[in-house]
């Protein structure tokens, strides 16, 4: 849920500003203010989804 909120937060800011600046991320952080660790938390789960997913391309390759 926190990361959901996150996301909608981060796209919303971008009506206001089109960019990661640090106008930007001061009205991230307004609206939520742990968003450092959240976004940390989802780089994390981010590549563990895409390690696993290379790693099972992987071996689908071997046995073609």
Not at 48 to 64: P, T
Request: proline share 3%; glycine share 2%.
């Amino acid at each position: 849920e926190r990361a959901r909120d996150y996301i909608i937060v981060h796209e919303l800011c971008h009506r206001g500003e089109f960019n990661h600046s640090p106008q930007f991320w001061n009205l991230v952080e307004r609206a939520v203010p742990e968003h450092r660790e959240i976004r940390r938390q989802l780089r994390s789960v981010t590549k563990e989804i895409f390690y696993k997913q290379r790693h099972s391309i992987d071996k689908w390759v071997v046995l073609l």
